[in-house]
């Protein structure tokens, strides 16, 4: 294990370190340094620090652990891999992913998901622990998103205009979801049982990682929201 002290370093400093490494490497002092592991394959990262924006971009068969909070667009167009982080994340995580794993054991900000989609046999999830911000999966073409609403501070699951242009995927708030309101294309009911055994591998995985008990989430219902049109912006746009 190789450890980088990005204390003084500047972004393209440190990447460049990054790129010459040939093990797994820890990163300590990290503060805001940008595009961190991108297009990254084969190793193990673990950053101790708040990374830049778009930590994770373009990721291939990696693992990014967060000991901290992320900034915007962890995960940016992300093919594979995992990206752990054990505090909150920006807005625009997970921008066009199309494969892989974003889990976030706190909140996320705006535009989570957004564009995001499946890619051949790839299907790309996203769990958040906490809430999710306004315009959650915001054009969602394909993929797995999962909220949880473990510590949601008095606020909504999610925020305004979620699932805006969904197209494609799943989305699953944990919990009945009735004071919220979704848009005429998509399809929001009680996830049946054959639905939540759909996301139960990704939900013990995210218990394993973070201490939670799956049973214990899955003891309560949740929302599961689905396009229901072929072409979801023509109901945008044409008045009833």
């Excluded at 460049?16 to 300590?28: K, P, Q, V």
């Excluded at 809430?131 to 054009?139: C, I, K, M, N, R």
């Excluded at 995927?169 to 639905?195: N, W, Y």
Aim: hydrophobic letters at 35%.
């Amino acid at each position: 294990m190789q450890i980088i002290d990005a204390a003084n370093l500047d972004y393209r400093t440190l990447n460049e370190a990054l790129r010459g490494a040939e093990t797994d490497y820890t990163i300590e002092g990290c503060c805001g340094q940008r595009f961190i592991a991108a297009g990254m394959s084969e190793k193990n990262l673990t950053i101790e620090g708040i990374p830049g924006n778009a930590l994770g971009a373009y990721l291939n068969n990696a693992n990014i652990t967060v000991n901290a909070n992320a900034q915007d667009a962890v995960g940016d167009t992300m093919n594979e891999g995992k990206i752990l982080i054990h505090g909150n994340i920006g807005d625009a995580a997970g921008y066009a992913m199309r494969g892989g794993k974003i889990y976030v054991k706190g909140n996320a900000g705006y535009r989570a998901g957004i564009h995001m989609k499946a890619y051949k046999e790839k299907i790309p999830v996203m769990i958040i622990g906490g809430y999710a911000g306004s315009f959650l999966g915001e054009y969602q073409a394909g993929g797995i998103i999962i909220v949880l609403g473990l510590h949601k501070d008095n606020k909504r699951i999610v925020g305004n205009f979620p699932c805006t242009g969904m197209h494609g995927g799943k989305m699953f708030l944990r919990g009945s979801c009735e004071d919220i309101h979704f848009p005429k294309q998509v399809t929001a009911r009680c996830a049946a049982a054959e639905e939540l055994d759909e996301i139960r591998e990704y939900l013990s995985e995210y218990c394993s990682d973070f201490g939670y008990s799956a049973d214990e989430l899955l003891s309560k219902p949740f929302t599961v929201i689905t396009p229901d049109s072929k072409n979801p912006y023509k109901q945008m746009y044409i008045a009833n």
